[in-house]
């Protein structure tokens, strides 16, 4: 029964986490974005005190089913371990696991270089170690492509049909160091979870440590009663997280997730999910010391008829450790092919298209965060990287940062598209308080940026054509209009910031018809503010 | 398009008038007449190969044209163009060609600035393929490139290297029919002409290629200023314009004007030229799709008329029944495009009386909706910064025609309206092509025949789009 609970709540959990991560129409967060806010470490980066007391009360109470429940990472390993499963041989299919002592020195270990870093603001290293942002990453890098793909060939139907229920979106890789980091966790961690169930979750996970800590002093637990044990040891193969020390009566609460496998493995009804007496404590560990000594003898008769035979094989126990590396940034040189000259003595023909060449970012010398943000350092110190925003944002503006010290955190820019003025979804999906929830209004005068107007590059200046797309499709009416040359009232005319009005939404960057790099565009600024 | 045709043959004879000659064969299949589809249908049967209405010169009683002229400016595209920068299927093309030589059509029209350069080539290379007397071709000096600060000797070379190469690409000794192309645009038309033509000697090297038989007619094609035309048509004397292309259909009969205080009325030039007797060649008689792709209530109208024939064969009828025509032109991408017009013309039932008011009628109707009016003629592009300009108005024509232009937010359509509007505008036009990156640099509106201020239009677009996609409508 409790594993059944168990179970649905997980696949439910999981699913509407996992599509809040592949939706790109804006439509369930307003449903499901609470889910990604009852996260431990984006509620402990944003603060979020009713969230953290719940969860930690939760944990007091059941013990660690956060991590059977609620965090997506956790649910994922449980489903890569049954497809690891397959591939084991026949006889481990149905027991594939056994008791191992806790890596105590790696996972507190862990979690100290985790604090740290977190105080330090070495929001990377964070972000790294992160479950929920590596779930994130995971779903957004490596699942919403083929979502989208799926999307994709509706459209085309639909398309054919005349139908305007799919329409397109594009896909394509935001960062190829995210990228990476995304595919090289989600492999490390499948390579674990099929192996040996929760090994990441109790040797790496800062959460599972924190929540691991507090299990053991939870209300209720598993209990092995030690008069109806048969010392089958059923329960302790079963146990994809390796705590039950079934010889000894005893589980590891700190890294025990209540799954409930055991309860149901076990066949002589000696098993049970309850709150532990004081007595019972004394009986157990009675208990456990005269099995001890059963077993030592047990042992020792069995070591004299071994060593009659022949010489034992040593086990050697190898130390899985895994190293998650950030691997650098391959150059792209994108070899922007130059605007074909006309030649004068060509005769212009009808039809046809102008090659566009490719937009290149500009150089900032101060990165842009999105609206609600606040400020670089509150998007720095608060951002898990979960790359949640990225997802949900519909214009291309967001992707993740390939600046070391703020890697995969979102960054704006403006090739694909701009920060639209009717859009504020980046603000209501952020868990973690790195995007504060920001209306359209307050969305539309918060200046997070100012444009910056390149002489060389403007179309009246470089082509001698008269332009004024930046000035046409300024929000705020910040782009005014000037003559280039003030004595000649008929000389073509430039664009003007008025940075006190402009908010930095980048309709100037991205709709200039320079190219490949636009003739205006926008500078971020370290402290946003309401004009 | 799609075009369904099922007259019954009676009813189509009864129209016609006709009865004598055809009486034995419809005597033949008399006995089933009500219960089985007549084989021989005009609108189901096969398309006929030897019933083509042919056109001559009334004067001289010279050429035999056929009534549908073949248009090379719309010829089919190759998915990615071919190595030498062809966009065009050359394959596909030679198919419409002889489908359509096969049906009688013999004139074919086209320019040296057609399809980015290609036309010429491709339809000189289908052609060549039947001996030079079973066709007319028509093609145009298309040098736009003139502007008064060339000297008349560069003017002139250029301008002959042009109709040399026009011979060239076409594969032809001489050329059946030569326009001056497009006349009539420019700030001041008249001078605009003498610039091109007259100041650099080009017109009097014309004329002599005429006697020499290099070229066997010699007219314009006139889009836009009315003094012009009037102009060239006072001066017949000296150049004897033997035939004259106008952009003529219901609509433009009466309302080209409305569409831009520019363009005539195409009653004023057609009257004019039949005063003379100079024939005229009818361009843009479906105006490039927008008299076929119409409101759905004015598909009803068009149908309760006549349920079998389509919309667009209205068309072509109503021009072909106009007498002082020697061939109308329809630029056939497809093969259902090329069957249904030799449907229309082989053999024309012309119009009635009651018919021509009818279309009137329809156009006053049509003339309602606030479409904008691009033929996709695509002389505006390639646009320097990359837009589709012409797949952004047919979108934007598209909507209006299918109510997908909402008012404001009150209108009850609005929800729906908004996502088809939007999502189909995604689809039609490259997200990088669209009207929110028109420069405003105006380079486009003086190749616009049909006079349309492109900025202001693509910027009245964008700001509606705008509005759709802000929910502020």
């Given at each position: 029964m409790l594993r059944k609970i168990r179970l649905t709540l997980a696949v439910i959990f999981f699913t509407c986490i996992t599509l809040l991560f592949l939706d790109f129409t804006g439509t369930l967060h307003t449903w499901l974005g609470w889910m990604a806010k009852i996260q431990f470490l984006p509620a402990v980066l944003a603060l979020n005190v009713i969230v953290i007391i719940a969860l930690i009360a939760l944990t007091l109470l059941f013990g660690r089913i956060y991590c059977s429940i609620i965090c997506p990472m956790g649910v994922m390993q449980d489903i890569m371990a049954r497809i690891g499963n397959w591939f084991k041989p026949k006889s481990k299919r149905k027991l594939p696991y056994s008791y191992s002592p806790a890596k105590t020195w790696l996972r507190y270990g862990v979690l100290a270089l985790f604090i740290i870093a977190l105080i330090a603001g070495v929001g990377s290293f964070v972000a790294l170690l992160a479950p929920y942002s590596s779930f994130g990453r995971i779903a957004s890098n490596l699942l919403q492509p083929i979502w989208i793909a799926g999307n994709n060939v509706l459209a085309y139907f639909a398309e054919k049909a005349e139908s305007y229920s799919f329409y397109h979106v594009d896909t394509w890789i935001k960062s190829l160091p995210t990228f990476i980091i995304a595919a090289v966790t989600f492999i490390v961690v499948f390579i674990l979870a099929a192996r040996n169930g929760r090994t990441y979750c109790n040797t790496i996970c800062p959460v599972g440590t924190v929540l691991g800590f507090l299990a053991k002093f939870s209300w209720f637990k598993p209990v092995i009663d030690p008069d109806k044990c048969i010392q089958c040891g059923k329960c302790s193969k079963k146990c994809k997280a390796a705590c039950i020390d079934y010889k000894a009566f005893q589980f590891d609460y700190s890294r025990?997730?209540?799954?409930?496998n055991c309860i149901v493995a076990c066949s002589s009804d000696a098993l049970h999910y309850q709150h532990i007496t004081k007595d019972q404590q004394v009986h157990l560990v009675e208990a456990a010391k005269a099995n001890a000594e059963k077993i030592a003898k047990r042992e020792a008769a069995k070591a004299e008829r071994q060593a009659k035979n022949a010489e034992g094989k040593e086990k050697v126990d190898d130390a899985k450790r895994s190293v998650l590396t950030a691997t650098a940034l391959l150059a792209t040189a994108s070899l922007a092919k130059a605007q074909e000259k006309l030649d004068d003595d060509i005769i212009k023909m009808d039809g046809g298209y102008a090659d566009i060449i490719e937009k290149k970012a500009p150089k900032r010398l101060t990165g842009i965060t999105p609206p609600g943000s606040k400020s670089a350092k509150n998007m720095y110190s608060h951002?898990?990287?979960?790359?949640l925003c990225v997802a949900e944002c519909?214009?291309?503006?967001l992707r993740p940062s390939t600046d070391l010290m703020k890697l995969m955190q979102p960054v704006a820019s403006f090739e694909i598209g701009y920060c639209r003025p009717e859009c504020n979804r980046c603000s209501q999906v952020c868990p973690a308080g790195a995007i504060k929830p920001i209306s359209i209004e307050e969305r539309s005068s918060t200046q997070v940026g100012h444009a910056v107007w390149i002489r060389d590059l403007c179309i009246p200046i470089a082509d001698g054509q008269s332009c004024g797309n930046c000035s046409r499709h300024c929000p705020t009416g910040a782009i005014q209009m000037v003559l280039s040359n003030p004595d000649d009232p008929r000389s073509l005319e430039i664009p003007v910031v008025d940075e006190e009005r402009c908010i930095g939404c980048g309709a100037c960057e991205n709709l200039c018809?320079?190219?490949?790099?636009?003739a205006i565009y926008v500078e971020g600024h370290e402290v946003h503010r309401v004009i | 398009m799609k075009k369904i045709h099922t007259i019954n043959r009676r009813d189509f004879l009864k129209t016609l008038g006709i009865s004598a000659t055809s009486a034995v064969t419809l005597a033949s299949c008399s006995s089933e007449k009500d219960k089985k589809v007549d084989p021989n249908s005009t609108y189901t049967g096969p398309i006929p190969t030897d019933k083509m209405t042919y056109r001559s010169f009334a004067a001289t009683g010279e050429d035999k044209v056929s009534l549908l002229g073949y248009g090379c400016m719309r010829w089919p595209n190759l998915d990615k163009p071919a190595a030498d920068g062809n966009p065009l299927d050359q394959e596909q093309v030679n198919k419409l060609v002889d489908y359509a030589i096969e049906h009688g059509v013999n004139y074919f029209d086209t320019s040296p600035v057609y399809c980015q350069g290609w036309s010429e080539r491709v339809t000189g290379n289908a052609l060549k393929r039947y001996p030079r007397e079973k066709y007319y071709v028509a093609t145009k000096?298309?040098?736009?490139?003139?502007?008064?600060?060339?000297?008349p000797q560069e003017s002139f070379r250029r301008s002959v290297g042009m109709y040399e190469k026009s011979k060239a690409d076409l594969q032809v000794d001489y050329i059946d029919y030569y326009l001056l192309h497009s006349v009539g645009g420019g700030t001041d038309p008249i001078a605009d002409f003498n610039t091109r033509f007259v100041n650099n000697g080009l017109i009097d090297y014309l004329m002599k290629e005429r006697e020499a038989g290099r070229i066997r007619h010699l007219g314009f094609s006139f889009h836009g200023a009315v003094e012009l035309f009037d102009y060239l048509l006072s001066k017949q004397d000296e150049y004897h314009w033997e035939f004259v292309q106008i952009q003529m259909n219901y609509l433009d009969w009466k309302h080209a004007k409305e569409n831009n205080r520019r363009n005539v009325n195409a009653e004023y030039l057609y009257t004019e030229l039949e005063k003379r007797n100079i024939p005229a060649v009818i361009m843009e008689p479906l105006l490039g799709g927008r008299l076929s792709r119409v409101p759905d209530h004015v598909v009803r109208r068009f149908k309760q008329q006549s349920p079998e024939s389509s919309v667009a064969s209205w068309a072509f009828r109503y021009c072909g029944s106009a007498t002082n025509i020697l061939t109308v032109l329809s630029g056939m991408t497809y093969m259902e495009h090329l069957q249904d017009n030799i449907r229309s013309f082989a053999p024309l039932v012309p119009l009635t009386e009651e018919e021509k008011q009818f279309l009137y009628d329809t156009a006053d109707i049509m003339m309602q909706y606030p479409t904008i009016p691009c033929n996709d003629c695509k002389y505006c592009m390639p646009c320097p910064y990359g837009l589709d300009i012409p797949a952004i108005l047919l979108h934007y024509n598209k909507c209006v025609n299918e109510g997908n232009v909402p008012k404001n937010r009150q209108d009850p359509n609005y929800v729906k309206a908004r996502r088809a509007f939007l999502v189909g505008y995604d689809r039609s036009v490259e997200k990088l092509r669209q009207a929110n990156h028109c420069t405003g640099c105006n380079q486009c509106s003086p190749h616009c025949p049909q006079n349309i201020r492109i900025p202001q239009q693509l910027e009245r677009i964008d700001k509606f789009i705008e509005q759709l996609k802000q929910n502020t409508l």
């Open positions: 025990c997730v209540t799954c409930g951002c898990t990287a979960c790359q519909p214009n291309g503006v018809p320079a190219r490949p790099l636009s | 000096m298309s040098n736009f490139f003139v502007n008064p600060n060339m000297t």
